[in-house]
């Protein structure tokens, strides 16, 4: 146990507090006396204050932003005054180029329509393909094969060849902003492309990894060339090539008036569209005039239609028949076989585009004995009865003449003459018009001339032949003899028409015509000047020609009984020539033909065939020929309501009696 005292604890020393540390006194000093006045005690020194830590000046931070930003103010004023007014022009034509995209509107090509206002050429509606090559470039599209891929899809469509296509939407020109894929594309081609081009953005617009690489492949509305007919009268009307162009026939020779005046539009693009809200600017085109041929659709069938069976038949080169009007001189039909469909050119043969009935030159042959007897009646160097005797063989200058068969010596009448189509008879006939043999040359050329031989028909066709005539005092010796019965003298079928139309007219030529008039855009019709009239030979001679042509078709003795047409009394004349070939310059073959008029007495319609080459069957001009002139003459008189006169025919005699 713990003992507890009773003693207080003893108490602890508390420290006192320290005083303050005098100060010493200074050596030395003497305390101050009694009455000395005491010295002011210095103040304790006061605590240090504490630290104050004052800002920068903010001024040359602000002085430094400012002159930054006044340097960035600077070159961005230095920039846009350069921009706005030093390079302003540039610029704004590159934003022109970028934005802006400009293309010919095509103006409607005319119609061409028979003279019953059928159409026979006409245009539909169609469109150009079109391109935008910028729009196919890596930075366009993200990818470095677009145009291949674009390609790809419309190389089938356009029926073209990819590379082509390739080419096209890469040009070598990085700037180009339009280029034609394909012209003149039917709707449904267009409506193929659009389809793809709908497709494509749809899938773009849900899966980013594809891209839409049709979106430059625009269209412009066109119209499209269309043949209603086919090949019905396709070597008159021609065609029209891939520029819009005429490029054979009238397409060709009235392209002006048909093809009319294009127009113009600029607008805004975007992306390959254009864009709604910003305006276009637009010259509108102005259509083309419609053109109304002398043709008759229907005899032009009829006529072609024959031409087409006949070489068929006898496997020749080629044929061609006119139909022409004798009073007007209008061309009522030219056909010509073989033919081409300018619907599709692409199967037609070069040889075959033209119009033959108007670009072939061949000797006529037989058919040209008509101008002959109009020299001779005209001249009264003979009449219809004059006899004539005719022998086998006729030794003139240094050649043997013969005609197209050997016969014992004939005693015929200058109506005779050309009904049996006797060379001998003509050349005998034909001396009779100059006292000496050059004179007679001179006089026959002058109506040969004013028949309209050697001279353009007054059609304007393109690639027309004039054929060849020289004059008399180039004819060689032979020429002299041989031009009057139809050989050493050329022309086209065209021509060869009009000489009997002549005839039949009453002396007087017309100049042929093809087109009647054109319709304007604003819708009146002009019609085609009055062709030129020439009188060739009198009115009492014509009729006297017609009499004996009538001869050739009626007697049985005539060479072209094949032609005639029961009800109506018909006017004509065979013809069979040696035929120079054009592949050798040489004499191979026939051109057979027949030439003639109807009503004889009252003549409306002239009817010419040719046959070049016929190599199986005959190829006498009233065998292969007539058959076709009588086929297309009574479908002509029918459809144009020509009645029979039934007036007798005069039946001139053909032979006299020794």
């Known amino acids: 146990m713990t003992e507890v005292s009773d003693r207080e604890p003893p108490r602890r020393r508390v420290p006192r507090p320290a005083q303050p540390e005098r100060p010493a006194r200074p050596v030395g000093r003497r305390r101050p006396g009694p009455g ?35 340097l960035v103010l600077i070159a961005f004023v230095v920039r846009l005054l350069q921009v706005q007014a030093v390079d302003a022009s540039t610029y704004a034509a590159k934003a022109e180029q970028n934005r802006y995209v400009g293309y010919t509107l095509p103006a409607e090509r005319g119609g061409i329509t028979d003279r019953a206002g059928v159409a026979l050429a006409t245009s539909v509606d169609a469109y150009t393909i079109t391109a935008d090559p910028t729009l196919f470039t890596r930075e366009q599209l993200k990818i470095g094969d677009g145009p291949e891929q674009a390609a790809a899809l419309l190389a089938p469509i356009l029926g073209q060849d990819q590379e082509t296509v390739v080419k ?141 069976d006949q070489v068929e038949k006898s496997k020749a080169d080629r044929g061609y028949v006119v139909v022409q009007d004798t009073r007007t001189g209008e061309i009522l039909a030219m056909a010509n076989s073989p033919g081409f469909d300018p619907n599709d050119l692409s199967t037609a043969s070069s040889v075959n585009m033209g119009n033959a009935a108007l670009q072939d ?179 009492k001679t014509a009729k006297t020609l017609a009499q004996m042509l009538e001869s050739v078709v009626d007697d049985e003795e005539g060479t072209g009984t094949k032609a005639r047409i029961p009800g109506y009394r018909v006017a004509g004349k065979t013809g069979t020539a040696n035929r120079v070939d054009p592949a050798t310059g040489k004499y191979k073959g026939y051109t057979s033909s027949f030439a003639g008029f109807a009503p004889a007495d009252k003549p409306r319609i002239t009817v010419y065939c040719a046959i070049q080459n016929a190599t199986e069957g005959s190829y006498f001009g009233g065998q292969i020929c007539g058959p076709v002139y009588k086929q297309v003459m009574e479908f002509a008189l029918k459809s144009l309501q020509v009645p029979p006169t039934g007036a007798k025919a005069a039946r001139l005699p053909v032979a006299f009696t020794p």
């Not at 040359?60 to 932003?65: A, M």
């Not at 617009?205 to 269209?219: C, F, I, R, Y």
């Not at 101008?371 to 043997?400: C, F, W, Y």
């Open 36 to 70: 000395a006045r005491t010295a002011r005690r210095p103040a304790p020194p006061r605590p240090a204050a504490p630290r104050v830590i004052r800002l920068g000046s903010p001024r040359p931070r602000l002085r430094l932003v400012g002159v930054a930003l006044t």
């Open 168 to 308: 096209k939407l890469r040009p070598a020109d990085k700037n180009l902003r339009y280029v034609v894929l394909a012209n003149r594309q039917t709707p449904q081609v267009w409506k193929q492309i659009k389809d793809l081009k709908t497709a494509l953005a749809t899938k773009a617009g849900t899966d980013k990894s594809t891209v839409n690489v049709l979106a430059g492949v625009l269209s412009v509305p066109t119209t499209k060339r269309v043949y209603p007919n086919g090949d019905l009268a396709a070597g008159i009307l021609g065609w029209v090539n891939a520029e819009g162009k005429g490029g054979g026939g009238v397409e060709q020779q009235l392209n002006g008036l048909l093809a009319g005046k294009d127009g113009k539009i600029r607008y805004a693009q975007s992306g390959g569209r254009q864009v709604p809200t910003v305006g276009s600017t637009e010259t509108p085109a102005v259509s083309g005039s419609d053109v109304e041929l002398t043709i008759d659709r229907d005899i032009q069938w009829a006529a072609q239609n024959a031409i087409t």
């Open 361 to 539: 030159a061949y000797e006529p042959g037989s058919t040209a004995k008509i101008m002959s007897m109009a020299a001779v009646l005209e001249e009264k160097a003979a009449t219809p009865l004059t006899h004539v005797i005719v022998p086998n063989r006729l030794q003139r200058g240094d050649r043997l003449f013969k005609d197209d068969i050997n016969h014992p010596t004939w005693y015929l009448t200058l109506n005779g003459v050309l009904a049996k189509s006797s060379n001998i008879g003509t050349i005998l006939a034909t001396g009779q018009l100059g006292r000496t043999q050059p004179q007679a040359n001179q006089v026959l050329y002058s109506y040969l001339r004013k028949f309209g031989l050697g001279s353009y028909t007054g059609l304007g066709f393109p690639g027309e032949t004039k054929g060849i005539l020289a004059p008399p005092d180039k004819w060689s010796t032979s020429q002299q003899y041989t031009i009057p019965f139809g050989q050493g003298v050329s022309l086209n079928a065209v021509q060869a028409a009009s000489v009997y139309s002549t005839i039949a007219n009453g002396g007087v030529r017309v100049e042929p015509t093809l087109v009647r008039g054109t319709q304007g855009p604003d819708g009146a019709f002009t019609p085609s000047a009055k062709p030129k009239e020439t009188r060739v030979v009198s009115a």
